[in-house]
């Protein structure tokens, strides 16, 4: 698809005539295959495009990166985060895309699209690997080197960016959550490193898959169980306190309210209950 022609004024106003000379230049040889191309120039619906446009390899592409250090100003520049660097990116990837593909991707209705998309751009990604590799050589005294621009672009290249997650999930150990069945069926993973289950480990997993219960399991009955001989009285009667004394004897009508029996007492094999429990 090729959107109507704009005038390159009317695309970059408020980009440099240096950095528009600059991006004008990243003429090279397209790098992908002609069906890609053709499958990229047959799209019509703008969404598509704008989503193609954005899948480009821009952040690995160093024929790319070395242009666009070059549009920013220099490594020097890319020390700190600068606002206007993302309408230069943005542009400089129009720039380099139509050189790749013979597709003029639509400036002002990409910016919008991509104002109202809650991904984030692409050019803010590749900005902050340029900001990073930028302060990694600055940290090593090479910002002021001749090959500064090559090295801030391989390693803008190599950059990954940061986890998402608090710092905790991100330092703790990485462990693989799959059971490889194939290597469990021949007793050891490759390797060797696999931990070792387990004797009854496989007969735990048939009887729960089959539905019966685990060998060596107790069934524990939801009822609660009394020894005949327990009950809920002790012995020896409280002494009364002074002021008790001449009140009526209230144990009495405790022991008459409570229930002598709870929990019940399991009959025996010929239906008599305990001594205890009858008395």
């Known amino acids: 698809m090729t959107p109507p022609h704009h005038p390159e004024a009317q695309l970059s106003a408020h980009i440099s005539n240096l950095t528009r000379g600059i991006c004008q230049k990243m003429a090279q040889p397209p790098s992908t295959s002609s069906a890609t191309i053709a499958h990229i120039q047959s799209l019509q619906n703008p969404d598509d495009v704008f989503k193609t446009f954005d899948r480009w390899n821009w952040r690995k592409n160093r024929a790319f990166l070395m242009p666009l250090i070059a549009a920013l100003g220099g490594p020097s520049q890319l020390s700190q985060p600068n606002p206007s660097h993302r309408g230069i990116s943005t542009y400089c990837r129009v720039m ?3 050189t790749q593909t013979g597709v003029q991707i639509d400036l002002t209705a990409y910016n919008t699209w991509q104002a109202s998309s809650a991904a984030p751009g692409v050019d803010d990604e590749v900005l902050a690997a340029l900001y990073a590799a930028a302060q990694q050589l600055a940290a090593d005294g ?5 090959d500064a621009d090559r090295q801030t672009a391989q390693l ?22 799959r059971i490889n069945r194939e290597a469990g069926a021949g007793g050891s993973a490759a390797g ?3 931990p070792q289950q387990p004797a009854n480990f496989a007969k735990i997993i048939e009887a729960v898959q089959s539905g019966r219960p685990p060998e060596g399991i107790r069934e524990i009955p939801n009822t609660i169980a009394r020894a005949p001989d327990v009950t809920p009285f002790g012995k020896m009667a409280a002494p009364r306190k002074p002021w008790e004394r001449a009140a009526p004897a209230v144990e009495e009508q405790r022991r ?8 019940a007492v399991e009959e025996d094999a010929n ?6 429990a009858a008395a």
Request: no cysteine; charged share 30%.
């Open 96 to 98: 380099y895309y139509k």
């Open 142 to 146: 090479k910002l002021d080197r001749p």
């Open 256 to 263: 008459s309210t409570l229930d002598r029996e709870f929990p």
């Open 192 to 194: 060797g490193d696999a």
């Open 156 to 177: 803008a290249a190599a950059w990954e960016p940061p986890a998402a997650g608090p710092s905790w999930q991100q330092s703790a150990p990485r462990t693989e959550l």
């Open 271 to 276: 239906g008599d209950k305990p001594a205890e």
